[in-house]
């Protein structure tokens, strides 16, 4: 009768299998850009097999102890989110999501937060519009809002004033990647399910890791509104609509990020 495996053999045989697995999807994604820069296959045909993949390894890359794997393949799926077409700079910075994931599979040791930020930090962002028109900033907001509605539109705007925009749909998911890689700002919806803006902006504040990055709630109560009595103080509150250009503009006057 065969032994069984003790944790330590079955968490390694688990990440071998991960391993195996992760080089054969990525196999597919190299496979799938060669046959669009040959014309072989559609922009949509690629882009959805780039978001497949995308989406499996930012749920398996945690679960199998490769966490910045998962980073990067959120930022790969942020990055295709609306994408239509495929041209040859969106080709090439596709293939640097797949680079980034492969070296990090390979890695014998994953890397430290540190390590970590300078990676996620160095990822391509995709903007709509000629970057030689904006002045691009290395200034990273977190937008965690569960409206799909809300984050094309303030992402929108955020990118058209030059910063690098993460979009987090679920705010407990939100914690963990504050915590890995630290945003510059972070702007949270007020009305969110399992967790209010409210507090997940005094979550991250008690932690030392999070606690001077400058947050802001997102909302649209008025200023007067006895809800808006309870939040920090420090914490900054923009409104959505035709007010938030203002809000948005005195944020980043109040925190020195433009």
Request: charged letters at 25%; aromatic letters at 4%; one cysteine or more.
């Amino acid at each position: 009768m065969a032994q069984p495996l003790s944790t330590d053999d079955l968490e390694d045989r688990l990440r071998m299998e991960f391993v195996d697995d992760a080089r054969d999807r990525l196999e597919l994604m190299n496979r799938a850009l060669t046959a669009r820069a040959e014309n072989t296959r559609t922009d949509a045909e690629v882009i959805g097999v780039l978001r497949l993949e995308a989406h499996n390894f930012k749920g398996m890359g945690t679960s199998f102890g490769y966490p910045t794997v998962s980073l990067v393949a959120h930022r790969l799926e942020d990055y295709l989110s609306g994408l239509k077409q495929l041209d040859v700079r969106r080709l090439g910075d596709a293939q640097i999501f797949i680079d980034r994931i492969a070296e990090l599979v390979d890695r014998a040791e994953q890397p430290l937060l540190a390590e970590t930020n300078r990676i996620i930090r160095a990822l391509p962002v995709r903007y709509e519009f000629q970057v030689t028109d904006v002045e691009v900033r290395n200034i990273e907001i977190m937008l965690v809002t569960p409206s799909k509605v809300v984050a094309k539109k303030l992402g929108g705007e955020l990118a058209a004033c030059g910063f690098r925009t993460m979009t987090v749909t679920d705010p407990i998911e939100s914690i963990s990647l504050a915590v890995r890689v630290p945003p510059d700002m972070v702007i949270a919806s007020m009305v969110m399910d399992g967790l209010s803006g409210l507090d997940l902006i005094r979550g991250l504040r008690a932690m030392s890791v999070t606690h001077t990055v400058p947050m802001a709630l997102l909302t649209s109560l008025n200023l007067d509104h006895p809800s808006l009595k309870e939040i920090p103080h420090g914490v900054s509150v923009i409104r959505v609509g035709e007010h938030f250009g203002e809000d948005f503009a005195a944020v980043v006057a109040k925190h020195n990020l433009g």
